[in-house]
């Protein structure tokens, strides 16, 4: 595999063509302690969830953004949390196993959803803010921990375009990676308990391109399966929580699309996406994980 340079940023070539890559199937064995007895606390995503931070800014227990902290820095260079890693060391060892330079680590508890909520929660990640010119891109690699086959990584191109969706079933031992700067995600959870799993920010270089060869990554894949009713009862479903939420922000006197997932209100601050590598001390639209 290899790299090249856009807009100042080395990027990884297995990403180029669908934002995305899947990798080998996880064949070790980890005991659910590692995901049960960590603490977890309070940070609202896309769904219903909790996060059990593994490595944040400076290794307090919290999951903040990065820039949010002083002095703020870009999704790198994460501390581990001493008291959690003590207790998650298998999953500690996935994250540090490519090599690469690691920024937010941490396990995301998401509680059962419906395929139109997750359209609704679909978003992309401001990864790279304050990310310096000349490094690498950071990307996200998302572990499933719980046996979820029924449940969907669902991404798209384009938020309201479903021709450009990809949906990826999340079994146990699932290993994926995402531009999730690039990509519109969310996952849709079927079923009755909660679902685990390990996110992973890491810079994009020789070490992360490396990684993908040796578990034999994949940039595409075939959707996991829905019925054309399956599909519009969940844009319909989307489309009139989206309205509601407009509403309800116009009618406070907020910009409609603030927090929709796009990111367009930050970008339109900062004067376009390139230029969130300066962006601070700035309201976030959206801190969120699949």
Request: glycine letters at 8%; proline letters at 5%; a negative charge.
């Amino acid at each position: 595999m290899t790299q090249y340079q856009e807009n100042g940023y080395t990027k990884l070539e297995a990403f180029r063509a669908n934002g995305y890559v899947v990798l080998d199937m996880y064949q070790g064995e980890i005991d659910p302690k590692e995901w049960l007895d960590v603490t977890y606390v309070d940070w609202k995503s896309s769904g219903e969830t909790r996060f059990a931070p593994l490595a944040s800014a400076y290794g307090d227990l919290e999951c903040d953004g990065f820039w949010n902290h002083t002095p703020p820095k870009t999704d790198k260079d994460g501390v581990w949390v001493d008291s959690q890693v003590a207790l998650a060391p298998t999953l500690v060892e996935r994250a540090k196993e490519p090599g690469a330079n690691i920024g937010r680590c941490r396990i995301i508890e998401l509680l059962p959803n419906q395929y139109g909520e997750t359209l609704y929660n679909f978003h992309r990640d401001d990864n790279n803010r304050l990310n310096p010119e000349g490094t690498g891109w950071i990307v996200r690699g998302f572990f499933n921990l719980t046996h979820n086959p029924d449940s969907v990584m669902v991404l798209r191109a384009d938020k309201d375009d479903p021709s450009t969706e990809t949906r990826i079933a999340l079994p146990a031992g699932a290993q994926l990676i995402v531009d999730t700067q690039r990509l519109y995600h969310a996952v849709w959870h079927q079923g009755d308990a909660p679902r685990y799993c390990l996110i992973t920010s890491w810079e994009s270089g020789p070490e992360l391109d490396a990684y993908i060869e040796k578990y034999h990554g994949v940039s595409y894949v075939e959707s996991y399966p829905l019925t054309d009713e399956e599909l519009a009862a969940g844009e319909a479903l989307a489309q009139a929580k989206r309205d509601a939420r407009a509403a309800a922000l116009a009618a406070r006197g907020q910009d409609p699309r603030f927090g929709d997932g796009t990111l367009r209100v930050l970008e339109e601050q900062m004067g376009g996406m390139d230029s969130m590598d300066s962006a601070t001390g700035m309201e976030t639209e959206q801190l969120s994980e699949a």
